[in-house]
């Protein structure tokens, strides 16, 4: 855990931010709900796990600009688990990036929100992934050419635990480290769960943060779904010379809807039925 | 009559041939709820191998534990087996010749929703192209029991694709599969369409109404990509005024490739009905197959077309 925590949080943190991020995040979450519904298949439990997350980086911490999406000055945000788009369509059109009439174009023929991101379809989408740990690769490939050209854009990619399975991710951690891409955060979505089952029966991932200190990161262990510590490693990363850093953010898959909690089949493909939405908005809009 | 998916087939076969062949094994990549594997998971848990979301380690390891004389059985989705562990395929599998099963979902447009990062169109035309594979593409649930069973008696290594949509049964009840066997499923005399995995029962509802229209088509269900039936291509070229060939899959390196080049010399035109070239998006598989000309009304259009 961040030893100047405290300080980071004083410095940027007030009662106002943390109570717009929590709304924001409950947005997403009620947004991610709706759109897949009207999608009529897709991937929940993951996007409710990234929502504190991603309501922190597109409210709060990312340089961005949703009438430019490509406002060259941008930090650069890439979804590596794909299949949690939602949380990210979410994001951006509460943004400002599109319009929220989109959303029942989710997954359908002609819809501009595919059911993986598509970069050229979607306005603030970078990359298109949904094969696992290309985006990350991806990223630090940007963020090497954002030092050679002396930008000072901050890249921030977002990962599944399942996703620290593939081989990529370990080859993109020794190529992070060896180019001290300190323009880079990474942050795994610890949510214990992948597709079928958790990490624990699949392949085991212990100790995940040993591993990524041993690969030469600067390593934050925090709770994924509170806001002061969500911050308190953003501004942390932004301190550290020489070094990438990841977040491990440990958080509940399915989060904040409690029939989804921790239930593996809620990964997906599935999407809750108007009966499930209206149980799940009510204990979203109840939440706090 | 069963309209069962290919995948569920693959998956209920696995089971059912378990206890015959006490010999083969199964590894996933935690996808084992996408690739129908799970039902066998639940039967054979000791005869289930988890390789986390790492294909490429699992295509390799594969092809180490087959020198037990046990066949693996490769599984997950055929954008991660053809593509990200092909080189896997070819240099641990293929080469050395070793005695693995792959067998892959989510093919084609059939995918749907989930977009083009799943849509495997690709997938016939890579592994055609290395030397050793044989590639299966079944159309119907009793294909894809009897190719398994097949493959389990067969030395090599193999590539089948399956598939998410339901179809139904095309092959007769008699039917034999064998690779390299082409088998023709409504006879015709001026026009052959010849079509492989889901296209099948597409190609027999288009040739069914262009009867209405006077014209009468013959079909012929090619199940073995690699090695392909070059006879019974040949056999049909020199009866037919013209071919049609049909696939969920690009133009380029798989059916209409395939049945271009196995009759090369025969004087007569082939029309593709296939994916022209691009990458489709997310839809149901109805509409993208309309969208992407993939169709029943696709073949049925085309042949008319092409007719008077
Ligand atoms: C290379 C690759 N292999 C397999 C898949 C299929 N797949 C999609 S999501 C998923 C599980 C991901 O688990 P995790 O990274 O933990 O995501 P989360 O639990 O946060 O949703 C799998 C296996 C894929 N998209 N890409």
Same mark, same amino acid.
């Given at each position: 855990m961040a030893r100047d925590k405290t300080a980071a949080i004083n410095r940027i943190m007030n009662h106002d931010t943390l109570t717009l991020l929590r709304t924001k995040a409950k947005i997403i979450r009620k947004d991610v709900m709706q759109m897949l519904h009207y999608a009529?298949?897709?991937?929940p439990g993951g996007s409710l796990s990234a929502a504190d997350i991603v309501a922190a980086l597109y409210f709060h911490e990312m340089r961005l600009n949703p009438k430019s999406?490509?406002?060259?000055?941008r930090d650069f945000f890439v979804l590596s688990k794909g299949h949690s788009c939602p949380v990210v369509y979410a994001a951006l059109a509460e943004s400002g990036?599109?319009?929220?009439?989109?959303? @029942?174009?989710?997954?359908?023929? @002609?819809?501009?929100?595919q059911g993986h991101p598509d970069r050229k379809k979607t306005p603030g989408i970078e990359f298109n992934s949904g094969s696992l740990s290309q985006g990350f690769s991806f990223g630090l490939g940007r963020a090497l050419a954002y030092k050679h050209t002396k930008d000072t854009n901050r890249v921030y990619i977002l990962m599944g635990c399942g996703e620290q399975d593939e081989g990529q991710v370990w080859e993109g951690a020794m190529f992070g480290a060896h180019y001290k891409l300190n323009n880079v955060l990474a942050i795994v979505?610890? @949510?214990?769960?992948?597709s079928d089952d958790t990490n624990d029966h699949i392949m085991m991932l212990k100790p995940l943060a040993e591993k990524w200190r041993s690969f030469g990161w600067n390593v934050f262990e925090i709770d994924g779904h509170n806001m002061e510590q969500i911050l308190g490693a953003f501004a942390d990363a932004r301190?550290?010379?020489l070094k990438p850093s990841v977040i491990i953010a440990s958080t509940i898959k399915g989060k904040g809807v409690s029939f989804m909690e921790n239930v593996p089949k809620w990964h997906g493909s599935l999407a809750p039925t108007a009966d499930e939405l209206k149980l799940a908005m009510a204990e979203l809009d109840n939440d706090q | 009559m069963s309209t069962e998916s290919l995948r569920v087939a693959f998956g209920q076969s696995l089971v059912r041939l378990a206890y015959k062949y006490p010999n083969f094994v199964v590894f996933d990549a935690d996808v084992a709820g996408g690739t129908c594997t799970h039902f066998f998971r639940n039967d054979f848990p000791d005869r289930f191998i988890q390789c986390g979301i790492a294909e490429q380690n699992m295509m390799s390891a594969a092809a180490g534990y087959s020198l037990s004389g046990i066949t693996p059985f490769v599984t997950c989705y055929a954008v991660f087996a053809s593509m990200r562990a092909v080189e896997q395929a070819r240099n641990s599998v293929a080469y050395p010749d070793f005695n693995v099963k792959i067998v892959a979902s989510h093919v084609g447009l059939d995918v749907g929703p989930d977009g083009v990062s799943h849509q495997a169109l690709e997938d016939l035309a890579i592994f055609r192209a290395i030397p050793n594979f044989t590639v299966i593409s079944p159309a119907d649930e009793r294909e894809v029991l009897q190719a398994t069973e097949v493959m389990l008696r067969t030395h090599g290594p193999t590539y089948m694709r399956t598939g998410r949509s339901p179809v139904p049964d095309v092959t007769p009840a008699d039917y034999q599969f064998k690779i390299g066997k082409g088998v023709v499923l409504k006879d015709g005399s001026e026009v052959t369409i010849v079509a492989t995995g889901i296209m099948v029962h597409r190609a027999i509802a288009a040739a069914q109404h262009l009867k209405n229209d006077g014209i009468n088509a013959k079909v012929v269900n090619i199940s073995t990509i690699k090695p392909i039936d070059r006879p019974l291509l040949q056999q049909c070229a020199s009866h037919s005024r013209f071919m049609v060939t049909c696939e969920?899959?690009?133009?380029?390196?798989g059916l209409f490739s395939s049945v271009l080049e196995a009759i090369a010399d025969a004087p007569v035109p082939v029309y593709p009905v296939a994916v022209r070239d691009c990458f489709a998006e997310s839809g149901e598989p109805l509409a993208l197959a309309q969208k992407y000309g993939i169709s029943e009304a696709d073949i049925i259009n085309l042949i008319k077309s092409k007719h008077n």
């Amino acid at each position: 855990m961040a030893r100047d925590k405290t300080a980071a949080i004083n410095r940027i943190m007030n009662h106002d931010t943390l109570t717009l991020l929590r709304t924001k995040a409950k947005i997403i979450r009620k947004d991610v709900m709706q759109m897949l519904h009207y999608a009529g298949s897709g991937h929940p439990g993951g996007s409710l796990s990234a929502a504190d997350i991603v309501a922190a980086l597109y409210f709060h911490e990312m340089r961005l600009n949703p009438k430019s999406p490509n406002w060259p000055q941008r930090d650069f945000f890439v979804l590596s688990k794909g299949h949690s788009c939602p949380v990210v369509y979410a994001a951006l059109a509460e943004s400002g990036f599109f319009s929220k009439d989109w959303y @029942n174009g989710l997954r359908h023929i @002609n819809g501009a929100l595919q059911g993986h991101p598509d970069r050229k379809k979607t306005p603030g989408i970078e990359f298109n992934s949904g094969s696992l740990s290309q985006g990350f690769s991806f990223g630090l490939g940007r963020a090497l050419a954002y030092k050679h050209t002396k930008d000072t854009n901050r890249v921030y990619i977002l990962m599944g635990c399942g996703e620290q399975d593939e081989g990529q991710v370990w080859e993109g951690a020794m190529f992070g480290a060896h180019y001290k891409l300190n323009n880079v955060l990474a942050i795994v979505d610890y @949510n214990q769960l992948q597709s079928d089952d958790t990490n624990d029966h699949i392949m085991m991932l212990k100790p995940l943060a040993e591993k990524w200190r041993s690969f030469g990161w600067n390593v934050f262990e925090i709770d994924g779904h509170n806001m002061e510590q969500i911050l308190g490693a953003f501004a942390d990363a932004r301190g550290i010379r020489l070094k990438p850093s990841v977040i491990i953010a440990s958080t509940i898959k399915g989060k904040g809807v409690s029939f989804m909690e921790n239930v593996p089949k809620w990964h997906g493909s599935l999407a809750p039925t108007a009966d499930e939405l209206k149980l799940a908005m009510a204990e979203l809009d109840n939440d706090q | 009559m069963s309209t069962e998916s290919l995948r569920v087939a693959f998956g209920q076969s696995l089971v059912r041939l378990a206890y015959k062949y006490p010999n083969f094994v199964v590894f996933d990549a935690d996808v084992a709820g996408g690739t129908c594997t799970h039902f066998f998971r639940n039967d054979f848990p000791d005869r289930f191998i988890q390789c986390g979301i790492a294909e490429q380690n699992m295509m390799s390891a594969a092809a180490g534990y087959s020198l037990s004389g046990i066949t693996p059985f490769v599984t997950c989705y055929a954008v991660f087996a053809s593509m990200r562990a092909v080189e896997q395929a070819r240099n641990s599998v293929a080469y050395p010749d070793f005695n693995v099963k792959i067998v892959a979902s989510h093919v084609g447009l059939d995918v749907g929703p989930d977009g083009v990062s799943h849509q495997a169109l690709e997938d016939l035309a890579i592994f055609r192209a290395i030397p050793n594979f044989t590639v299966i593409s079944p159309a119907d649930e009793r294909e894809v029991l009897q190719a398994t069973e097949v493959m389990l008696r067969t030395h090599g290594p193999t590539y089948m694709r399956t598939g998410r949509s339901p179809v139904p049964d095309v092959t007769p009840a008699d039917y034999q599969f064998k690779i390299g066997k082409g088998v023709v499923l409504k006879d015709g005399s001026e026009v052959t369409i010849v079509a492989t995995g889901i296209m099948v029962h597409r190609a027999i509802a288009a040739a069914q109404h262009l009867k209405n229209d006077g014209i009468n088509a013959k079909v012929v269900n090619i199940s073995t990509i690699k090695p392909i039936d070059r006879p019974l291509l040949q056999q049909c070229a020199s009866h037919s005024r013209f071919m049609v060939t049909c696939e969920d899959h690009n133009i380029y390196g798989g059916l209409f490739s395939s049945v271009l080049e196995a009759i090369a010399d025969a004087p007569v035109p082939v029309y593709p009905v296939a994916v022209r070239d691009c990458f489709a998006e997310s839809g149901e598989p109805l509409a993208l197959a309309q969208k992407y000309g993939i169709s029943e009304a696709d073949i049925i259009n085309l042949i008319k077309s092409k007719h008077n």
